[in-house]
């Protein structure tokens, strides 16, 4: 089936360190790839995407590569701000499908 | 352009209560998504629509959980029966059809059941 897996939290990091967490997935055909953000006290939201194979989303600092012959999408940040404190979820939708399918999340603290 | 939008925000009920949840996606998006987030975990789907018609609810505990997704816009989700384990944050969240694009999330609605 389609799955997606997470490195359990949390990461616990200074300020400007650099970040990586790791994600990968099991899907038939293409999927396509998505981390997603939780902040404190708010909803979801999008933080980067890709869409196939060698795509690199990046957004804010961040940036995740669609690696197919690892099946991975990790999650890369060269350095993190107190700001960056949140779940992080990796999620896919299986190529020809609409169902979004989520990780079981990362905490990431970042203290000063 | 207006986001998804939730209620309530909180609920507090006892067990064996009902309750029900509301969405508004947001304007023109087919797809509709009830999720399903117990502290700790990822989220998990319990339903899915596209316009007004269930694609998946394959997850949905169909014994006590209802969905209905009315002329395909807004959204309700009813538990009847509440057990304790239905404690969590019940997540709507919406997108346009094609299966590469975001999904946009409202804010929840977190239930406890005591």
């Known amino acids: 089936g389609n799955s997606v897996t997470q490195m359990e939290g949390p990461v616990t990091l200074s300020e400007e360190a650099f970040l990586t967490i790791n994600c990968t997935y099991t899907?038939?055909?293409?999927?396509?790839l998505f981390w997603y953000v939780q902040y404190p006290g708010e909803g979801l939201q999008l933080l980067l995407k890709?869409?196939?194979?060698?795509d690199k989303g990046s957004n804010k600092g961040f940036e995740a590569t669609y690696r197919k012959e690892t099946t991975s999408f990790h999650l890369e940040k060269g350095s993190v701000q107190v700001s960056d404190s949140a779940v992080y979820f990796c999620?896919?939708?299986?190529?020809?499908?609409?169902?979004?399918?989520f990780g079981t999340g990362t905490r990431l603290q970042v203290f000063p | 352009e207006a986001g998804v939008a939730q209620s309530p925000r909180y609920k507090i009920i006892e067990k064996r209560q009902s309750v029900a949840f509301w969405c508004n996606p947001i304007?023109?998006?087919?797809?509709l998504y009830w999720y399903q987030q117990i502290l700790g975990q990822g989220p998990k789907l319990l339903i899915q629509?596209?316009?007004?018609?269930?694609?998946?609810d394959s997850q949905l505990p169909k014994d006590r959980f209802s969905a209905e997704r009315l002329k395909g816009v807004d959204s309700t989700l009813k538990i009847q029966p509440a057990k304790l384990e239905d404690s969590a944050v019940y997540l709507c969240?919406?997108?346009?059809?094609?299966?590469?694009?975001?999904?946009?999330f409202g804010q929840g609605t977190r239930l406890t059941v005591v």
């Open positions: 999620a896919l939708i299986p190529y020809n499908t609409d169902k979004l399918i």
């Open positions: 890709a869409t196939k194979a060698d």
């Open positions: 629509f596209q316009n007004n018609g269930v694609v998946d």
């Open positions: 969240a919406s997108s346009s059809r094609t299966g590469t694009t975001e999904a946009f």
């Open positions: 899907a038939t055909g293409y999927p396509s």
């Open positions: 304007s023109g998006h087919a797809t």
